[in-house]
């Protein structure tokens, strides 16, 4: 077993659309579910924050296709399009409608999958607007973060056209609840795999400190599980929190103040921990404890959350990105 199959969310990983002997089923909200479940019928581009199955669910529905799978992070200009893609599928021979490609067949029905799309250049996205029209037998699936990023010009807005936009974040409380439910049922289904006993009510924990990444609280399930020690592990957690809290309510706003807050206490491989802990945590903290700042700014911190918790996952720098974060949300909340 190699270093990433250690990793609980690659173990884990779901790789069925439905419940099947030795498969693991992902969890999709009923609406997603409803349109994806007979397959690539249209193209489709998955939006929203990062750790909810987007990829995951590129990955189930591209599986008995041809598949070009592109990372626009990397790979994001116009050359793409004119070589790779149009190398992928200028030997298309078979109607998409009719068959589907046999296991090994290089001229099977062919799909392009690109992943960390809010990243391509104008210049790529146009080419591959005239390449989707050119080419309709082709099934393309695109993965977003932030699709903002992706209407400023009516040439995107007409790119965007071609693609059904299916958004992944919950977009009201029965949908978050929904999504609460069948994630403890995954976890708990881990915990059992793995002989681990613990309650609903810790894992419920873990699941309200990243909710939506369920990437995330698959990782902290890790973390406890190796650790061992769950109490001191929830302690450690809160102790987090509060020196944070305190750190973001001071009523100074220094960039070089912040900068070394991050540097010294957030490395890079622990970036994520403080990202989480200024999420929905500190929004509740706020609710709780400073009523007067949720009533004047509530809204703008929870856009800027929103905006950096869907960047962090293609920041190239990502303790810059939280000095940013950090700076920003003082100005709203220190008032």
């Not at 598949?67 to 109607?95: A, M, P, W, Y």
């Not at 921990?273 to 949720?294: G, Q």
Request: hydrophobic share 35%; aromatic share 10%.
């Amino acid at each position: 077993m190699n270093l990433k199959e250690n990793l609980f969310w690659e173990k884990y990983r779901p790789n069925s659309l439905i419940p099947e002997k030795g498969k693991i089923p992902i969890i999709l909200l009923p609406r997603i579910r409803k349109i994806v479940e007979k397959e690539l019928q249209m193209n489709f581009m998955f939006v929203g924050s990062g750790g909810l199955g987007k990829s995951t669910l590129a990955g189930i529905l591209t599986e008995n296709y041809d598949t070009l799978r592109i990372n626009c992070s990397v790979d994001n200009g116009i050359e793409i399009v004119r070589e790779e893609i149009s190398e992928h599928c200028k030997n298309f021979s078979i109607s998409f409608r009719k068959n589907k490609k046999k296991k090994g067949d290089p001229y099977g029905v062919k799909a392009v999958w690109l992943e960390e799309f809010d990243n391509t250049t104008p210049d790529m996205r146009k080419a591959l607007r005239g390449f989707i029209e050119e080419h309709t037998e082709v099934r393309f699936i695109a993965i977003v973060n932030n699709v903002a990023k992706l209407q400023r010009t009516e040439e995107d807005k007409a790119l965007l056209s071609r693609f059904n936009l299916i958004q992944f974040d919950p977009e009201n409380q029965e949908e978050i609840n929904y999504l609460k439910k069948q994630q403890l049922n995954y976890l708990k289904s881990i915990c059992k795999s793995i002989k681990f006993e613990t309650t609903d009510e810790i894992l419920n924990i873990l699941i309200t400190r990243t909710f939506p990444n369920f990437r995330s609280t698959v990782q902290l399930l890790q973390e406890v599980y190796i650790s061992g020690d769950l109490e001191s592990y929830l302690k450690k957690k809160d102790t987090l929190n509060e020196n944070v809290y305190s750190f973001i309510m001071n009523g100074r706003n220094n960039l070089s103040e912040n900068f070394f807050y991050v540097s010294d206490n957030f490395p890079r491989e622990k970036t994520e921990d403080l990202l989480n802990t200024l999420s929905r945590p500190f929004f509740k903290y706020l609710l709780e404890n400073h009523e007067n700042i949720i009533l004047k700014n509530g809204f703008k911190i929870l856009d800027l959350t929103k905006n950096f918790n869907s960047e962090y996952t293609i920041t190239i720098d990502p303790e810059m990105h939280l000095v940013t974060f950090i700076t920003k949300l003082k100005e709203l909340v220190n008032i």
